[in-house]
């Protein structure tokens, strides 16, 4: 297992076809944490919010003076373990996503290229306490961007890295396919522009591609593209 | 496991990930016929990677079906192997990479058995770790005692110095005649003072081990200050004549309290010692088998905490229980913990032991 100039993680396999896992960078890991805090952020305000409004009996947010214990029992303390627990009960849930990791196209996964054991995971979150000095998780962004794989505290001491998830990667087109795609580029100019307008958007959703530019140039484009397994 | 015993699975399949190899015209329609072929292939990439998702969610339809996915990983990685030298910049091999990257997800995942693994930590490994942190332990115990000596010493030649360690309020009180601790029921209810206490502490223990991490510096300041402030605010107490009354508020839920926060303190040394002297050579993976084996004691440091936590809020602060009681309490939770983790509690008899 290495890392090769920052980009991938080299895993071996029982193959003899390494596994190459693209490492995500600082960008990607904040982005993730963002949409991530304002989840549990709504999540904590959400309960807080429902829960006082129960417990005071009308609409109001406000803290009892002399807060008693069902105070604490029902609306703190639910509230605080949603927002501490948050990343360490859905890396679990998720194997090693979150919802802010899932869109940010990010998973965590231990260095042998698997999805991270209980233990990493509590490991991980608890050296949070570390990551997160002074403010705004300054130890852990500074490490995150001085280290080769871009990893902060919590990852060195758990032993595991973000990596793309590439879950957009789309199966190439089936040779029979392929030829459909070259008849309909070769009869282009043939056809009325609706029909060949309708034909390239069905094609091109068969292999999960969304004509987002509709204009008749972009669609041949794309379907020329697709002919030529999207050679880049 | 050793990947390279198992590296013929595949005879011949190339390993390099990039740079086409340079053709003639003859390899250039040898290339050409193999990229055909290869694209004929993508049905079968689709289904193993639909299986390889579904498994990953545990939806396995049969025994023949998980299995399959062991055929299926060769198969991409064999795939894989061509379109990196055939395609290297094309759609099919970012799909082949992701495709491979799940099956191996997939098949390494190890098997999910909550019950059993929090049984075996908390019989086995726990114990175990307790074991091998002896040494930590004692000389997080030993600056722990020291420096609470230091503390008492301090205070009781240098009352002034009591500034340093405690709250204006904390002197005043004490000043006056009073235990900050007295009437502590009166203005919080037990449930909640258990719950920030155990909070508080769990908390202080948390950083004791991260703060290993600088070299185990962090962790020897936590302990030496924690140990400061116990011997300072005794000291100060002895001085007013209060010091009998704060040692009954302590001793129900000190012994284990105290001694956790040696026991985290001991796990985060043992962080700070992998860094620095590396046992395994490189410095970094030192520090990660270092930190995923002391952890674990952090876990029983927070179900202790838990339990301090509540005596310290129900029965520590009431007037009612005699010393003998606090005693009984303190002393034997403490023993409780001691036998949990030197492993006498949770040892099983050698005929159910199973094989060495």
């Known amino acids: ?232 | 496991m050793s990947t390279d015993a198992l590296r013929p699975a595949i005879p011949g399949a190339p390993t390099s990930t990039d740079a086409p190899v340079p053709s003639t015209p003859s390899t250039a329609a040898r290339d050409q016929a193999l990229k055909a072929a290869l694209l004929q292939r993508s049905p079968i990439w689709k289904s193993a990677d639909d299986r390889a998702k579904r498994l990953a969610h545990g939806r396995a339809k049969d025994v023949a079906d998980a299995a399959q996915l062991a055929d299926d990983y060769r198969l991409l990685a064999h795939d894989l192997a061509r379109a990196r030298r055939l395609m290297p910049r094309s759609r099919t091999r970012d799909y082949l990479e992701a495709a491979y990257a799940r099956a191996h997800s997939t098949l390494y995942r190890s098997a999910w058995h909550p019950g059993a693994a929090l049984l075996s930590l908390f019989r086995d490994e726990i114990p175990e770790v307790t074991r091998g942190l002896a040494p930590h332990i004692a000389w997080a115990t030993a600056i722990f005692v020291l420096t609470a000596f230091a503390g008492y010493w301090m205070v009781h030649t240098y009352p002034e110095l009591i500034g340093l360690f405690a709250s204006p309020d904390l002197v005043a009180t004490v000043e006056r005649g009073h235990l900050w601790t007295e009437g502590i029921l009166n203005i919080v209810p037990s449930s909640v003072l258990s719950l920030q206490i155990l909070t508080n502490n769990i908390v202080v223990s948390l950083f004791a081990y991260c703060a290993g991490f600088v070299f185990g510096l962090g962790t020897l300041y936590i302990l030496g200050l924690n140990g400061l402030t116990l011997g300072a605010v005794f000291a100060f107490s002895a001085l007013h004549g209060l010091d009998a009354g704060l040692f009954r508020f302590i001793v129900p839920h000190g012994c284990v309290e105290l001694s956790v926060m040696c026991l985290s303190g001991a796990a985060g040394a043992a962080v700070g010692e992998a860094l620095v002297r590396p046992p395994h050579g490189n410095r970094m993976e030192s520090f990660r088998m270092a930190a995923l084996r002391s952890g674990k004691l952090l876990i029983a440091c927070a179900v202790l905490l838990v339990g301090s936590g509540l005596i310290e809020g129900y029965v520590s602060p009431r007037h009612d229980i005699p010393l003998w009681a606090r005693l009984v309490i303190g002393i034997g939770y403490w023993l409780l913990m001691v036998a949990y983790l030197t492993g006498q509690l949770t040892r099983r008899s050698s005929n159910t032991a199973g094989p060495p």
């Open chain 1, 1 to 232: 297992m290495s890392t090769h100039g920052a980009r991938d993680l080299i895993i071996d396999s029982v193959t003899g076809v390494e596994l190459a896992l693209p490492i995500a960078g600082p960008g990607a890991r904040c982005y993730a944490f963002l949409i991530d805090w304002h989840v549990r952020a709504i999540l904590f305000a959400a309960w807080y919010a429902v829960a006082a409004i129960i417990y005071n009996g009308r609409w109001s947010f406000a803290a009892p003076l002399d807060p008693d214990a069902k105070w604490f029992m029902f609306v703190v303390t639910p509230a605080a373990t949603l927002y501490f627990l948050y990343h360490f009960v859905l890396e679990i849930a998720m194997h090693g996503r979150t919802p802010g990791k899932r869109l940010a196209g990010v998973r965590l996964v231990s260095r042998d290229g698997g999805p991270p054991g209980v233990g990493a995971l509590l490991i991980r979150n608890v050296f949070r306490l570390v990551d997160s000095l002074p403010v705004l998780y300054g130890v852990g962004l500074v490490v995150t961007l001085v280290t080769r794989e871009h990893v902060r505290i919590g990852d060195m001491a758990a032993g595991t890295l973000l990596t793309y998830d590439r879950s957009e990667a789309v199966p190439p087109a089936h040779t029979s396919e392929i030829e459909l795609i070259r008849e309909l580029l070769l009869r282009w100019h043939s056809l009325e522009q609706a029909a060949r307008h309708d034909l390239a958007v069905i094609l091109l959703s068969r292999h999960g591609i969304d004509a987002n530019d509709p204009a008749d140039a972009a669609l041949r484009a794309q379907l020329d593209a697709l002919a030529r397994d999207g050679h880049k």
